[in-house]
């Protein structure tokens, strides 16, 4: 089964969990999983908010792509939301969709305002074992507000079924990781955190537990997206070639990552 169909179908497997935290408009609130019918599955990475509001029924994590304000998330983040808004910092900004595509499980947004933002490199010249992390919000209401750094490597140029759009990845990813950038020792992004195989099926099919079996959408599929909204290409950032220290890559990843709210 391909993973076009994995996204859209639904059956009697519970297969795929979302980590923008899907919630149940109640107190006690848990996420939902999406159901496929396949013998290998993903795993959305979105994450379970414990939030006052009752109206509040996901969280994901994002990135800056222009200064004034379009930002990308996975399509899983988004779907079904009334009102998004994102969180940066101390402040909380209104946004609204510019385009999806849900094949690919992309989604550009905007929101008001001047903000940091990436560049999208190549991912055709990321190699096997290259060193990529990512900032985003997993478990806001366990580990908080602030951003978290994960760092892992490209432990394989395809993914589920070597799907040829995503990498997998080692970076460990918790619920609320879905839609945040994988960045390269550039400050480039080459990929989009996505999704994770999921353990039961796992455990099912092969009779063990997977370790650390991750997936990012490639920035090839995603910089094809935004070069075909015309209120986007020309804004787009060229890749950074110039080596970085570290700490500056990460600093400038953070100031561009953003918290997704879905209502």
Same mark, same amino acid.
């Given at each position: 089964?391909?993973?076009?169909?994995m996204?859209?179908?639904?059956?009697?497997?519970?297969?795929?969990?979302?980590?923008?935290n899907?919630?149940?408009?109640a107190?006690?609130l848990?996420?939902?999983?999406?159901?496929?019918s396949a013998t290998?599955?993903?795993?959305?990475?979105?994450?379970?908010?414990?939030?006052k509001?009752?109206?509040?029924?996901?969280?994901?994590s994002g990135? $800056?792509?222009?200064?004034?304000?379009?930002?990308?998330?996975?399509?899983?983040?988004?779907?079904?939301?009334?009102?998004?808004r994102?969180?940066?910092?101390?402040?909380?900004?209104? !946004? #609204?969709?510019?385009?999806v595509?849900?094949v690919?499980?992309?989604?550009?947004? #905007?929101?008001?305002?001047?903000?940091? $933002?990436?560049?999208?490199g190549?991912?055709?010249?990321?190699?096997?074992?290259?060193?990529?992390?990512?900032?985003?919000?997993p478990n806001?209401?366990?580990?908080?507000?602030a951003?978290?750094?994960t760092r892992?490597d490209?432990?394989?140029?395809?993914?589920?079924l070597?799907?040829?759009?995503?990498?997998q990845?080692?970076?460990?990813?918790q619920?609320?990781?879905?839609?945040? !950038?994988?960045?390269?020792?550039?400050?480039?992004?080459?990929?989009?955190?996505?999704?994770?195989?999921?353990?039961?099926?796992?455990?099912?099919?092969?009779g063990e537990?997977?370790?650390?079996?991750?997936? !990012?959408v490639?920035s090839?599929?995603?910089?094809?997206?935004?070069e075909?909204i015309?209120?986007?290409? !020309?804004?787009?950032?060229e890749?950074?070639?110039?080596?970085?220290q570290?700490?500056?890559?990460?600093e400038?990843?953070k100031?561009?990552?953003?918290?997704?709210?879905?209502?």
């Open positions: 089964m391909s993973v076009d169909n996204y859209k179908a639904r059956s009697e497997l519970h297969l795929v969990e979302v980590t923008c899907r919630y149940k408009r107190r006690n848990r996420p939902i999983r999406c159901c496929v290998l599955v993903v795993v959305f990475v979105n994450s379970m908010l414990a939030a509001k009752a109206d509040l029924i996901a969280t994901g990135f $800056f792509v222009s200064s004034d304000g379009y930002f990308v998330t996975n399509y899983h983040v988004v779907k079904g939301a009334s009102v998004i994102i969180k940066r910092k101390d402040d909380v900004f209104d !946004a #609204k969709i510019a385009r595509d849900a690919n499980d992309i989604a550009v947004l #905007k929101a008001a305002g001047n903000f940091p $933002f990436l560049s999208l190549h991912a055709e010249a990321v190699m096997l074992g290259a060193d990529v992390f990512t900032i985003g919000f806001p209401n366990l580990q908080g507000f951003p978290k750094l892992g490209i432990s394989g140029r395809s993914g589920l070597d799907d040829p759009r995503m990498f990845i080692s970076i460990p990813l619920p609320g990781n879905s839609g945040g !950038a994988l960045v390269d020792e550039h400050g480039n992004v080459v990929g989009v955190v996505s999704a994770k195989l999921s353990a039961a099926a796992a455990l099912k099919v092969t537990l997977p370790e650390n079996v991750n997936y !990012a490639k090839s599929f995603v910089l094809g997206f935004l075909s015309p209120e986007v290409t !020309a804004k787009l950032k890749p950074n070639t110039s080596d970085m570290f700490a500056d890559v990460v400038k990843a100031e561009a990552a953003v918290l997704v709210l879905i209502y």
